[in-house]
């Protein structure tokens, strides 16, 4: 099985039995560095959504502030990347993919 990342929206922390999640993308074999600037704000260690277990392989952040983070490095990149940024950015802020997101602030 090769190496691969998942990123999802999450209505409620991962320890609780029940959570809606929405898949937001995957990447094989690295983290690509949007997920990581996206999972930069109150990053947590959790149990994972995918596999059994009480090890915390898992990531869990604050979504809106991730996306706010992502907003920030768009920012400064060459206007040549802006349409390619502003369709990402609406892809994250679209409310089907949020999943009633949870926020560890909240």
Not at 29 to 40: C, E, F, G, K, T
Not at 81 to 95: E, G, M
């Amino acid at each position: 099985m090769a190496n691969r990342s998942y990123l999802y929206s999450l209505d409620v922390f991962p320890d609780y039995l029940t959570s809606h999640a929405v898949g937001l993308s995957e990447s094989e074999y690295n983290i690509p560095l949007i997920y990581r600037i996206l999972v930069s704000s109150y990053p947590q260690a959790t149990k994972s959504i995918l596999f059994a277990g009480n090890e915390r392989i898992a990531i869990t952040a604050d979504y809106d502030g991730g996306v706010r983070k992502l907003e920030g490095f768009f920012s400064k990149l060459p206007q040549e990347y802006k349409s390619k940024a502003d369709n990402i950015l609406a892809f994250l802020t679209d409310p089907q993919r949020q999943a009633g997101v949870y926020s560890p602030r909240k």
